[in-house]
Structure formats: structure tokens, C-alpha cells
């Protein structure tokens, strides 16, 4: 009941705020209301027999010229599924004030920053796949002279409605050289340089994994990361290179062995009208890094590995999503974009655009390498058995591994190769067309299930009916001999602007299970406003964004959304 109330009245606040705003030009509020909610029908797939489940967030962010403030409401109660685990609660776990004066902000409360490209450090928040990492304590971002900005920060790490013990510390540095010297700024030349430094500080656990009958785990308390990353930019060109490199950092992901963490990337881009060029390589060794060493799945990671796979939106496009493998890859990612111009053989009355992507994702070598142990005799009565260690890592205690920086092993994670093309055929009329040849390592992944070789067509058109009325439809394929073998889905969407948009679909297994899982939907916008009700049957599977996947348990029932930006 007292949650019931408090949710009401903070809904009830929110006009008498934005009048108070629209009053007075020194303050301006901000903020957004989401709530996602389920009434099951029928036993659900977990078991459960709940009559309501939501999982509900309110912002607000007030900002002024020296002060900002914020905070955010979540209600998970009842959470949806696949949040029930750890997510159920609520309260305000995020809260905020930062002060700004000339060329430094001071933020005390929770924060999401982020140093280079995450390699060593990225606290952000992912609702789709319950991740919110963020910091509980202090940074400070100073820009003392042109071309110069420097972070500085510490804190503990956010773990669903708690934080872990370990303190998270570090500093980055980057350097603008173009803003120093003109000769660079003449010739259109932009040239960055970045260094950070990452600092984890975590007590011994109580309970210490024994390495034999007579010895115990010696883990290190502090575990330091560094990354250096240059940037260079010229006309269509861009290059970037990153290193990061973490000492020995024992923890459940690795298999508490002592090897230290290493990754390497390299991205080239070119790009002008009409086209552009991405090839891309990364290799990361034992770089799994978090507040808490004991800890699985996508909780309290400190950093960020990006997986260098095209995030998929399409439903069977993205029914075998790859996770970044956290004890070592190689990653390949090559992207090509060509607009054939209009008036051409190949480009027609409107022009036609052309895609080209290709991922590979392989193992590293991982030679046996067991070397002296890291551990301290026991005492008598404190023998501990070894337990939850993986099993990917041989020598507890030991540093591991070897392994021969360009020699490839443990064959390949996954790869796909994927040719998109959009065209206009008529004013009213408007397709994209995409070829998708998958491979996809189920056993690396998800713990089994072997090699998954698929192939997917799809096909989406875009109709206009009318000035106000647009019709798009999907039709995807997605045929193999493994797993589930073929799928088939199939979507209708109609918008009538600028309110409304009527939505039905059904994913079929036409391989095995022969299941259909409908969805309908209506949606109706009102300004700033956006509701949606609906009904249907949600597959069991993995949703992944950026390399992170969650695991989401099959549901059925009617589903109301509300969104609300202000």
C-alpha cells in the first residue's frame, strides 16, 4: 500500500513541477516515466501463478547553471520475467548532485562514466537486460587547459538493490594535440591521445577456495588496469588503437588462475558520400573484470568488451545473438555501405543502397601453463573444498595459461556473413532485402548444444497508403538442420499518424516444436505521451545488446506499456 501511495505521489508532483519550470528560467526539470507491465494468463513457464508483474521507472533531473540534481524511482515488486531473481524490490537506487563552476563538475551520488572504449572501465544502464552498474560515490571532471580533460573518480558498484564491497578508483586522461597546434587544425587533422588507469580494491572473502589438502588461495586485494589509445582523424579517414592490459585478477570467470589480463584493438573507417569502409580487429586474453570476484553471468562488471557483431534487430536475425566470451577471443568485423546513385543501371529512378557485413569470432590459444601456485599453507581446521570453479581453465591457483599472441585456438565462437539492400521502387513503395549466413557456436555460448549453421532471408516492405496511413510488413525465414531447426515469422504493422499504429506477428517453429508465438499490439501516441496494449506469447531466449546477453524465460498474458518524456 505505502508503495502504491508514494508511486501516486510522485505522479501527482510532476504538473506542479513543470509549472514551477515554465515560471522560472534559472531551473528547468526534466525527466521520463516507463512502466512495462504483464497480467499473465495461464501457468507460466517459470512456474509462476502471479496476477500482475511490472517493472516500473521514474526519472527527474533538475538542472540550473552551477547545480544539477537527480534521481530515479524503480518499482520491481513483482518484476517481469526473468527479473525475479534478483531484481525484486524497490526504492531509489540512484540519486545524484553535481556542482559546476568554470572548467570543472563535481558529481556526488551515483554516476556512469566511461574511459576510452570501455576496455577497462563502463558503468551504463541497460533496463532490457537488467544492468545498471553505476557508482555510488565521487567524480570529478576537470578541463584545466584547451585540449585537456581529466577524470577522476571512486566509489562502489551498483549490484541490483545493493552494492559490492570492492572499491572501484581510477583516472583518465585525454589530450586533444589538434587543439594545440594550428598546423593540424589547417590541414583538417584531429589527433587524440588517452591513458586511464583503473584501481579495484577487494578484501580476501572469508571463504578461500582451497587449492589442495594443505593450501589455500592468496588473492591479490588490489588488482590495477591501464588502457592507452591514440585517435587520429583526416578528412574521410579515421584510425583507432587501444591497448589495456589488468594484473592478476583470480576470480570464478577464470577459473582463479594468476595469468594477467590483456586486449588489443585496432579500427580503421573510411567514409565519404556515397560510401564507407569499417575493419575492425580486437583480441582479448583472461579480461574479465569485476567488483566482485566470485561473481557469473552480467552482474558487476567494471568493463566492457565490444563484440564486433552487428547488433541484429530483425526477430530471427537476432534468434542466435553472440555474447563476448570473457576468458579470450579473436574479433573480425569488416562492414562495407555503397549508395548506387540515381539515374544508374544499379541505382534506378531513386538510387539503391547496398550493405555488406562480415563477423568472425575465434578462440585464442591457451596452451597448459601451470607454473608455481599463489597460495598459503592452512591451518589445522580450516580446510575448504574447491567448489563452482569452471571448468574452461585447468590449475587453480596456478598462472594458467600460455598463449601465442597471433596463433588461434579453440575453433570458431561465431561468424556470419550478412548482404542488405534498401530500394525505392516506387514514390509509394520501399523494400529492404537482407541474406544472412550464420555460424553459431550454441556450446561456447550457452554451455551446449554444438555448432549452428543457419541461413536467413527477410524481407521488409514499406507501403504508403495514404499521406497519414503506412503500412510495413516483415517475412523472415530462418532455415538450418540443427537446434530447433527452421523458423518462420511474419509481422503487419499499420500507422494512421500521428496517433495510432496497430501491430500483429507470429514466430513459428516449423522444425520441431511446431509453436506459434503471437503477438498483437495497439499503440497510441499523445504528445509526449505513448501507451500500448497487448497480447501474445513471448519465446524463451536470450537478449543481447552489444555483446551482453540475459537469458528471458517464456511468458504469455496482456501486456500494457507507458512512456512518458518531458
Given at each position: 500500500?505505502?508503495?502504491?501511495?508514494l508511486?501516486?505521489a510522485?505522479?501527482?508532483?510532476?504538473?506542479?513541477?513543470?509549472?514551477?519550470?515554465?515560471t522560472?528560467?534559472?531551473?528547468?526539470l526534466?525527466?521520463s516515466?516507463?512502466?512495462?507491465m504483464?497480467?499473465?494468463t495461464?501457468?507460466?513457464?517459470?512456474?509462476?501463478?502471479?496476477d500482475?508483474?511490472?517493472?516500473t521507472?521514474?526519472?527527474?533531473?533538475?538542472q540550473s547553471?552551477?547545480?544539477?540534481a537527480?534521481?530515479?524511482?524503480?518499482?520491481?515488486e513483482h518484476?517481469?520475467?526473468?527479473?525475479?531473481?534478483?531484481f525484486?524490490?524497490w526504492?531509489?537506487?540512484?540519486?545524484y548532485?553535481?556542482?559546476?563552476?568554470?572548467?570543472?563538475?563535481?558529481?556526488l551520488?551515483?554516476?556512469?562514466?566511461q574511459?576510452?572504449?570501455?576496455?577497462?572501465?563502463?558503468?551504463?544502464?541497460?533496463r532490457?537486460?537488467?544492468?545498471?552498474?553505476?557508482?555510488?560515490?565521487?567524480?570529478?571532471?576537470?578541463?584545466?587547459f584547451s585540449?585537456?580533460r581529466?577524470?577522476?573518480?571512486?566509489?562502489k558498484?551498483r549490484?541490483?538493490?545493493?552494492?559490492?564491497?570492492?572499491?572501484?578508483?581510477?583516472?583518465?586522461?585525454?589530450?586533444?594535440?589538434d587543439?594545440w597546434?594550428?598546423?593540424?587544425?589547417?590541414?583538417g587533422?584531429?589527433?587524440t591521445l588517452?591513458?586511464?588507469w583503473?584501481?579495484?580494491?577487494?578484501?580476501?572473502?572469508?571463504?578461500?577456495l582451497?587449492v589442495?589438502?594443505?593450501?589455500?588461495?592468496?588473492l591479490p586485494?588490489?588488482?590495477n588496469?591501464?588502457d592507452?589509445?591514440?585517435?587520429?582523424?583526416?578528412?574521410?579517414?579515421n584510425?583507432l588503437a587501444?591497448y589495456?592490459?589488468?594484473?592478476?585478477?583470480p576470480?570464478?570467470?577464470?577459473g582463479?588462475?594468476?595469468?594477467k589480463g590483456?586486449?588489443?584493438?585496432?579500427s580503421?573507417?573510411?567514409?565519404r558520400?556515397?560510401?564507407?569502409?569499417?575493419?575492425?580487429?580486437?583480441r582479448?586474453?583472461?579480461?574479465s573484470?569485476r567488483?566482485?570476484r566470485?561473481?557469473?553471468?552480467?552482474?558487476?562488471?567494471?568493463n566492457h568488451?565490444?563484440a564486433?557483431?552487428?547488433d541484429?534487430?530483425?526477430?530471427?536475425?537476432?534468434l542466435?545473438?553472440?555474447?563476448?566470451?570473457p576468458?579470450?577471443?579473436?574479433?573480425?568485423?569488416?562492414?562495407?555501405?555503397?549508395?548506387?546513385r540515381r539515374?544508374t543501371?544499379?541505382?534506378?529512378k531513386?538510387g539503391?543502397?547496398?550493405k555488406?557485413?562480415?563477423s568472425?569470432?575465434h578462440?585464442i590459444d591457451q596452451?597448459?601453463?601451470?607454473?608455481?601456485?599463489n597460495?598459503?599453507?592452512?591451518s589445522t581446521?580450516?580446510?575448504?573444498p574447491?567448489?563452482?570453479v569452471?571448468?574452461?581453465?585447468?590449475?587453480?591457483?596456478?598462472?594458467?595459461?600460455?598463449?601465442s599472441?597471433w596463433?588461434?585456438?579453440g575453433?570458431?565462437?561465431y561468424q556470419?556473413i550478412?548482404?542488405?539492400?534498401?530500394?525505392?521502387?516506387?514514390r509509394?513503395?520501399?523494400?529492404?532485402?537482407?541474406?544472412?549466413?550464420?555460424?553459431?557456436?550454441?556450446t561456447?555460448v550457452?554451455?551446449?548444444?554444438?555448432?549452428i549453421?543457419?541461413?536467413?532471408?527477410?524481407?521488409d516492405l514499406l507501403f504508403n497508403?495514404?499521406?497519414?496511413t503506412k503500412?510495413?510488413?516483415?517475412?523472415q525465414?530462418?532455415t538450418?538442420?540443427?537446434?530447433?531447426?527452421?523458423?518462420a515469422?511474419?509481422?503487419?504493422?499499420?500507422?494512421?499518424?500521428p496517433?495510432?499504429?496497430?501491430?500483429v506477428?507470429d514466430?513459428y517453429?516449423?522444425?520441431?516444436?511446431?509453436?506459434h508465438?503471437?503477438?498483437?499490439?495497439?499503440?497510441?501516441n499523445?504528445g509526449?505521451?505513448?501507451f500500448?496494449?497487448?497480447?501474445?506469447?513471448?519465446?524463451?531466449?536470450y537478449n543481447?545488446?552489444?555483446?551482453?546477453?540475459?537469458?528471458?524465460?517464456?511468458?504469455?498474458?496482456f501486456?500494457?506499456?507507458?512512456?512518458?518524456?518531458?
Amino acid at each position: 500500500m505505502r508503495t502504491t501511495l508514494l508511486f501516486a505521489a510522485m505522479m501527482a508532483a510532476l504538473p506542479t513541477f513543470a509549472q514551477n519550470d515554465s515560471t522560472n528560467n534559472r531551473v528547468t526539470l526534466s525527466g521520463s516515466i516507463q512502466s512495462d507491465m504483464l497480467v499473465p494468463t495461464g501457468k507460466q513457464a517459470d512456474g509462476s501463478h502471479e496476477d500482475f508483474r511490472t517493472n516500473t521507472y521514474v526519472d527527474l533531473a533538475l538542472q540550473s547553471k552551477y547545480v544539477d540534481a537527480g534521481a530515479r524511482f524503480e518499482y520491481l515488486e513483482h518484476p517481469l520475467p526473468g527479473f525475479e531473481k534478483d531484481f525484486k524490490g524497490w526504492g531509489v537506487p540512484f540519486f545524484y548532485v553535481k556542482g559546476k563552476l568554470n572548467k570543472a563538475e563535481l558529481t556526488l551520488g551515483n554516476f556512469y562514466d566511461q574511459f576510452g572504449s570501455g576496455f577497462i572501465f563502463r558503468t551504463y544502464e541497460e533496463r532490457s537486460l537488467g544492468i545498471d552498474n553505476s557508482i555510488l560515490g565521487a567524480r570529478l571532471v576537470v578541463n584545466p587547459f584547451s585540449g585537456v580533460r581529466l577524470k577522476a573518480l571512486s566509489g562502489k558498484q551498483r549490484r541490483y538493490w545493493a552494492h559490492n564491497d570492492a572499491w572501484v578508483s581510477g583516472a583518465d586522461l585525454e589530450l586533444s594535440l589538434d587543439e594545440w597546434f594550428h598546423a593540424l587544425q589547417q590541414s583538417g587533422t584531429y589527433l587524440t591521445l588517452g591513458g586511464s588507469w583503473v584501481n579495484k580494491h577487494e578484501k580476501a572473502d572469508d571463504d578461500l577456495l582451497m587449492v589442495d589438502a594443505s593450501h589455500r588461495l592468496n588473492l591479490p586485494e588490489n588488482v590495477n588496469a591501464w588502457d592507452a589509445r591514440v585517435n587520429l582523424n583526416k578528412g574521410p579517414f579515421n584510425i583507432l588503437a587501444e591497448y589495456a592490459q589488468k594484473t592478476q585478477d583470480p576470480s570464478f570467470d577464470n577459473g582463479y588462475i594468476y595469468r594477467k589480463g590483456y586486449v588489443a584493438m585496432l579500427s580503421g573507417s573510411y567514409s565519404r558520400k556515397g560510401m564507407s569502409l569499417l575493419l575492425q580487429a580486437k583480441r582479448s586474453d583472461n579480461f574479465s573484470f569485476r567488483s566482485r570476484r566470485s561473481m557469473t553471468g552480467t552482474s558487476s562488471m567494471i568493463n566492457h568488451l565490444p563484440a564486433f557483431t552487428e547488433d541484429q534487430t530483425y526477430a530471427l536475425a537476432a534468434l542466435y545473438p553472440y555474447a563476448t566470451h570473457p576468458a579470450g577471443e579473436w574479433a573480425y568485423q569488416a562492414q562495407l555501405g555503397y549508395t548506387f546513385r540515381r539515374h544508374t543501371a544499379l541505382g534506378g529512378k531513386y538510387g539503391t543502397q547496398l550493405k555488406i557485413n562480415f563477423s568472425h569470432v575465434h578462440g585464442i590459444d591457451q596452451s597448459e601453463h601451470g607454473l608455481l601456485l599463489n597460495s598459503e599453507p592452512l591451518s589445522t581446521g580450516q580446510l575448504q573444498p574447491v567448489t563452482n570453479v569452471p571448468t574452461y581453465h585447468t590449475g587453480v591457483g596456478t598462472k594458467g595459461y600460455g598463449s601465442s599472441f597471433w596463433k588461434w585456438g579453440g575453433g570458431t565462437y561465431y561468424q556470419d556473413i550478412d548482404v542488405q539492400l534498401d530500394k525505392r521502387i516506387t514514390r509509394d513503395f520501399k523494400m529492404h532485402l537482407m541474406y544472412m549466413n550464420q555460424f553459431y557456436n550454441k556450446t561456447v555460448v550457452e554451455g551446449e548444444g554444438g555448432m549452428i549453421h543457419s541461413n536467413i532471408f527477410i524481407a521488409d516492405l514499406l507501403f504508403n497508403l495514404s499521406r497519414d496511413t503506412k503500412l510495413r510488413t516483415e517475412l523472415q525465414y530462418l532455415t538450418t538442420a540443427d537446434d530447433d531447426a527452421d523458423w518462420a515469422f511474419a509481422l503487419a504493422e499499420l500507422s494512421v499518424a500521428p496517433h495510432w499504429m496497430f501491430t500483429v506477428s507470429d514466430e513459428y517453429n516449423c522444425g520441431v516444436t511446431n509453436a506459434h508465438y503471437w503477438q498483437t499490439y495497439v499503440t497510441y501516441n499523445l504528445g509526449a505521451h505513448r501507451f500500448q496494449l497487448g497480447w501474445g506469447r513471448t519465446r524463451a531466449g536470450y537478449n543481447c545488446s552489444g555483446g551482453v546477453c540475459r537469458y528471458v524465460p517464456e511468458s504469455k498474458g496482456f501486456t500494457l506499456s507507458y512512456n512518458y518524456n518531458f
